[in-house]
């Protein structure tokens, strides 16, 4: 299974663009990157996935390097809100179910 | 559509006793996955029911079970509780035969072991 590597930590002011990192130097052809968040705990709430293309959603924007080896999730206008833990997942395209979650980006949005 | 529920929220139980816990997937969706998350170890998968079935299993020991009902309600069972089985545990469901699609997570019973 393809590992996910993120910044422990970032803060971002609110209202400006909150850039999350996330390297996959493993992934394979056939496997996706999805982003999920968790907020005070409770279930992780799905962000956005692509392959290959970068993509947006009225959440978020994925950017998708061209090697694939890493990605860049965009929240264009960071809320305090969207204070959260982010997870970056790895996950084949053969329809495993089974998501490795790495330790994730805790995200902090000051006023 | 509803989304996914999980019962008990809350659990408080002692070393040595067992614990059966309950996930009821969205509507139509027949694949149930379970994961463990605790401060030390994040957030873990236990295993994943489709259609009654086991389809993926991790890497947790014997005492971590589960089952998946026709209806695709899915249980899981801890015997033999012990202290570190102290976690947030969450289970996720999908349609489980779109291979992009997503999983959607439930609130998660918090379980505390004493």
């Known amino acids: 299974d393809a590992k996910t590597t993120q910044p422990t930590s970032m803060d971002c002011a609110e209202g400006r663009a909150a850039n999350l990192p996330c390297n996959h130097s493993?992934?394979?052809?056939?496997?996706?990157v999805y982003w999920y968040r968790q907020i005070h705990s409770q279930g992780p709430q799905y962000i956005i996935h692509?392959?290959?293309n970068n993509e947006t959603n009225e959440m978020a924007s994925l950017i998708i390097t061209e090697d694939r080896k890493s990605s860049t999730l965009i929240l264009p206008h960071a809320t305090l809100r969207d204070t959260a833990v982010y997870y970056c997942?790895?996950?084949?395209?053969?329809?495993?179910?089974?998501?490795?979650f790495g330790t994730g980006t805790r995200l902090k949005v000051l006023a | 559509k509803a989304g996914v529920t999980q019962t008990p929220r809350y659990l408080i139980k002692t070393r040595g006793q067992q614990v059966t816990l309950s996930c009821s997937p969205i509507s139509g969706h027949r694949s149930v996955s379970w994961y463990q998350q605790t401060p030390g170890q994040g957030l873990q998968f236990l295993f994943e029911?489709?259609?009654?079935?086991?389809?993926n299993k991790g890497n947790f020991p014997g005492r971590f079970s589960g089952r998946q009902f026709s209806n695709s309600r899915s249980e899981m069972n801890v015997s033999t509780l012990e202290l570190g089985d102290s976690a947030l545990y969450l289970c996720?469901?999908?349609?489980?035969?779109?291979?992009?699609?997503?999983?959607?997570f439930g609130p998660g019973t918090r379980l505390l072991v004493l």
């Open positions: 493993t992934i394979s052809g056939n496997e996706y």
């Open positions: 029911y489709f259609s009654e079935t086991q389809r």
């Open positions: 997942i790895v996950r084949p395209h053969s329809g495993t179910y089974k998501y490795i």
């Open positions: 996720a469901s999908s349609s489980g035969t779109d291979p992009e699609e997503t999983q959607y």
């Open positions: 692509g392959l290959k």
